[in-house]
C-alpha cells in the first residue's frame, strides 16, 4: 500500500540535513533503480502559442508579448519525421505538446495516428494536450498512448498567483480520467515561480498522495522568458532545486524523477547532484517546447562522464542485438558514429 503523506512529514524531508538527505534518497533509488540508467525523452511541440490559458511563466500565452510564432498543428508525416531523428539520437520516449486549453474533436484523429506511428517507430507515446474529456481519454488510450503529461504545477496553495484560467481541481480530474483510461500519468511541478518551501512540499505531497503517484514525474526549474509576468523571478539556488528532487525521489520511490526544463542553466556539477539524488530521466535535444536545453552530444559528454546509460524502451520491436550495440555505441563510443549507425 501506497505510504499518504502529511504536510508535517514531508517538510520534515526538506528540513534534513542536505548531505543526509541525498544520502537517503540515493538508497532509496537503489532499491527500485539500476542507479547507472537514466529513462531520455524528446519533447516536440506540435502546436504552437496562441493558448488561452495564463500560466504565468508561459510564453505560449496568447496573453503575453513574447516574440513567440504561432503555429498550427503539424502534420502527421512531420511529426514522426522528428520522433524518428529522436529515437536515431537516442530517446527511448517520444512527448508530444500542443497549446491547447484542450483539443477539439477535429484535432482526436490526426493526434491518434501521431501515437500510432510513433508506437510502430518502437518508442514509447507520450502527450500533453491541456484538459480532456473522459471520450478523448478513452480515444488515445485505444489508439496506445502510453503516458499523458498534465503538471499541477504548484501547490493548491499558491495555484492562484500562477494561473486563474484552470481550477487546480480540473488539473486533478483530468489526471484522474488519463488514469481510469488506463494511460500512465506524467506530473510534476515548477520551481522557481515565487513559491515558499511549503509549497513545493505541497506539490510533493499532492503527487505523492494521488490515488496512484505518476508514474513519471518532471520537476522543472523557470526558465524565465521575456514578456511573461514572471520573466524576473529571482533564481532558484541549485541546492533548492537538488533538495526537491531529492524529497520527490523519497516520496514516490517506483515514479521516474524527470530533470526537466531549466537544465540549460544548470551546470555540470548540478546536473550530477541531481542524478544523485534521485534522477533517472531527462529531456534530450536542443529545445523543449520553446525554451532551450542542453544539446544531444553534451547530454552525451554528461553521461560518459557520470557512468550513466539510457535506458530503452520496453516497447521496442527491433533487434535486440543490433539495441545494445548501439547503446554501447551511444555511452562509449563516439556519438556522431551512434547517429549514424541508428539511422542505417
Not at 494521488?210 to 526549474?221: A, D, F, Q, R
Request: contains cysteine.
Amino acid at each position: 500500500m501506497t505510504q499518504r503523506w502529511s504536510l508535517a512529514q514531508t517538510q520534515a524531508l526538506f528540513n534534513k540535513p542536505f548531505l543526509e538527505l541525498l544520502f537517503e534518497a540515493q538508497q532509496v533509488h537503489r532499491q527500485h533503480f539500476d542507479p547507472r540508467q537514466v529513462q531520455v525523452s524528446t519533447l516536440l511541440s506540435i502546436k504552437t502559442g496562441a493558448c488561452p490559458e495564463d500560466c504565468k511563466y508561459c510564453p505560449q500565452s496568447a496573453r503575453y508579448k513574447t516574440g513567440l510564432e504561432s503555429e498550427r498543428l503539424m502534420e502527421v508525416d512531420e511529426v514522426l519525421a522528428s520522433a524518428r531523428k529522436a529515437k536515431a539520437a537516442g530517446s527511448s520516449r517520444f512527448c508530444m505538446g500542443a497549446a491547447w486549453k484542450n483539443p477539439h474533436e477535429r484535432d482526436m484523429p490526426y493526434l491518434e495516428k501521431m501515437v500510432q506511428g510513433v508506437r510502430e517507430l518502437g518508442m514509447e507515446t507520450c502527450m500533453t494536450l491541456g484538459t480532456l474529456s473522459d471520450r478523448q481519454a478513452q480515444q488515445l488510450a485505444d489508439a496506445g498512448l502510453d503516458f499523458y503529461n498534465h503538471n499541477l504545477d504548484t501547490s493548491p496553495e499558491f495555484y492562484g498567483n500562477v494561473i486563474t484560467t484552470r481550477s487546480y481541481q480540473e488539473r486533478l480530474d483530468t489526471l484522474d480520467k488519463v488514469r481510469d483510461a488506463g494511460i500512465k500519468v506524467c506530473s510534476g511541478g515548477i520551481v522557481g515561480l515565487g513559491e515558499t518551501v511549503t509549497d513545493r512540499a505541497g506539490l510533493l505531497m499532492q503527487l505523492a498522495n494521488l490515488p496512484v503517484p505518476p508514474e513519471s514525474v518532471p520537476i522543472n526549474m523557470l526558465v524565465k522568458v521575456k514578456g511573461t509576468p514572471m520573466a524576473d523571478n529571482d533564481d532558484v539556488d541549485p541546492f533548492d532545486f537538488i533538495r526537491t528532487i531529492a524529497v520527490a525521489r523519497i516520496m514516490m520511490p517506483r515514479s521516474h524523477v524527470r530533470l526537466s526544463a531549466g537544465r540549460e542553466q544548470m551546470s555540470e556539477q548540478t546536473q550530477a547532484m541531481c542524478f544523485m539524488a534521485g534522477a533517472n530521466s531527462i529531456f534530450y535535444g536542443c529545445k523543449l517546447l520553446t525554451t532551450p536545453n542542453p544539446e544531444e552530444d553534451t547530454d552525451l559528454l554528461l553521461f560518459r562522464k557520470l557512468g550513466l546509460n539510457p535506458e530503452h524502451t520496453t516497447t521496442v520491436h527491433g533487434d535486440v542485438a543490433q539495441q545494445q550495440q548501439l547503446t554501447e555505441q551511444l555511452t562509449h563510443g563516439d556519438s556522431e558514429q551512434f547517429y549514424n549507425a541508428a539511422l542505417s
